[in-house]
C-alpha cells in the first residue's frame, strides 16, 4: 500500500520498521486507541533523529517488532486540540532507585518512543500523558519538533559542561545548531566542528555565533574548556580530549557511538573527564521548553513528507541536510 493514499475510515497511515537493515515500508493500520492515563494524539510533526537510524541499523535493538518509530512528535490531543510534544522517554517505572532520586533517565524498565512505544512516523499515535510536554507558543509544528529530542539531549550535555567558556561542539547538525544559539545565548564562546567539506553547516554555525568552525580533528584556535560529541564517532573523544584544557570535559550526546579507539593516557592526565548522557528526564525537557522561546532558538529544517521518511534517513546518514529534517504527516 502506498503511503500517499488516503487511508480508509477508522484507519491511518504510517511507516513501519520491520527488521534492521530493511526500509521503512508504508502500512495502512487502525487508528489506535489511548488506554488509561494514555492520550490519543493527531501527529502534526516528527523530527528525524539518529537514533531512528541506529534503530533501522540493528545498532540498537528494537525487541518488539514491527515498530513505528520517530520520537519527536508534536500533536494535536483528540478531544480538546491541545497541543503537547513526545520525547524519547515515553515511560518509567517511578519506583526503582533512578526513579526515585531524580534520575528518570536511568529507569533500568524505562520504555522509549519509537522504540518500545509506537511513535510518530504516522498519522496518529499514543502516549502516555504524564510524559508529554508542553510546546511553547510561538514555535511552528516543524519548528518545535527538533526541541524535543535534539534540543533536549543537547541542553542536558550543555548542562553537563558546568560554566565552561570555551565550548567545541563536534557535529554541527540537529542537536548542535540548537545549542550552539543557547551557549552564545548564556554568554559562552563556541567552536564547530565539521565533516571535511561540509561547508554549509560551518557557515550555518557562523550565523548562528559560532566564532570559529572547522574540520573535526582540527585544533581550534584556543584550548577548549569543554566539549559535546554529538556524532556518532568514537574516533572524535580522543581529538576533543587533545583540544581541552587540564580540568576540561568531554561530553559525549549520543545514544550510540562507534568504538572509542586506544590513546595516551596524558590526554586525559591532568583531571580531564570524558561522560555520557543517557536519554532525559522530564525535568530537562521543561526546563529546556521554558528557556527556548527566551533565546529564543531558532531550528532550522527540512520537511518531508510522511512516505518520504526512509529518504530523510538516508539523507542524514549521508550528511545531505543542514539543521534537522522532519517529517510532516
Request: overall charge negative; hydrophobic content about 45%; some cysteine.
Amino acid at each position: 500500500m502506498s503511503a500517499e493514499r488516503p487511508p480508509g475510515p477508522g484507519t491511518m497511515r504510517a511507516m513501519v520498521f520491520e527488521a534492521p537493515g530493511r526500509p521503512l515500508v508504508p502500512v495502512e493500520r487502525p487508528i489506535p486507541r489511548a488506554g488509561p492515563g494514555e492520550l490519543l494524539l493527531r501527529v502534526r510533526a516528527c523530527g528525524v533523529c539518529r537514533t531512528d537510524l541506529h534503530l533501522l541499523d540493528g545498532e540498537l535493538a528494537v525487541d518488539v517488532p514491527p515498530r513505528i518509530l520517530g520520537h519527536q512528535i508534536v500533536a494535536s490531543v483528540m478531544g480538546d486540540g491541545c497541543r503537547v510534544g513526545v520525547p524519547w522517554l515515553g515511560w518509567t517505572c517511578g519506583e526503582c532507585a533512578h526513579c526515585t532520586s531524580a534520575r528518570e533517565n536511568l529507569c533500568e524498565r524505562a520504555r522509549f518512543t519509537g522504540r518500545d512505544i509506537d511513535g510518530g512516523f504516522a498519522e496518529y499515535a499514543v502516549a502516555d500523558e504524564r510524559f508529554c510536554l508542553p510546546i511553547p507558543d510561538g514555535y511552528p509544528d516543524l519548528q518545535a519538533a527538533p526541541l524535543l529530542c535534539a534540543g533536549l539531549i543537547g541542553y542536558r550535555a550543555l548542562r553537563m559542561c558546568g560554566d565552561a567558556g570555551r565550548l567545541g561542539l563536534y557535529g554541527f547538525g540537529a542537536a548542535a545548531h540548537i545549542i550552539c544559539q543557547v551557549a552564545v545565548w548564556q554568554g559562552r564562546r563556541v567552536f564547530a566542528f565539521t565533516r571535511d567539506g561540509d561547508e554549509p553547516a560551518q557557515a550555518l554555525a557562523r550565523e548562528l555565533g559560532a566564532e570559529w568552525a572547522g574540520v573535526s580533528g582540527d585544533s581550534p584556535p584556543e584550548p577548549l574548556d569543554a566539549a559535546i560529541i554529538f556524532a556518532p564517532a568514537g574516533a572524535l573523544v580522543p581529538a576533543a580530549l587533545r583540544a581541552l584544557v587540564t580540568g576540561g570535559t568531554a561530553v559525549c550526546a549520543g545514544i550510540h557511538m562507534s568504538d572509542i579507539p586506544s590513546f595516551p593516557y596524558e590526554l586525559l592526565w591532568g583531571e580531564r573527564s570524558v561522560r555520557s548522557v543517557a536519554n532525559l528526564t522530564r525535568a530537562d525537557g521543561r526546563e529546556f521548553l521554558e528557556l527556548a522561546p527566551r533565546v529564543p532558538v531558532r531550528t532550522h529544517v527540512t520537511s518531508y513528507a510522511l512516505a518520504r521518511a526512509g529518504e530523510a534517513l538516508e539523507d542524514l546518514r549521508a550528511g545531505r541536510l543542514v539543521g534537522a529534517a522532519v517529517v510532516a504527516p
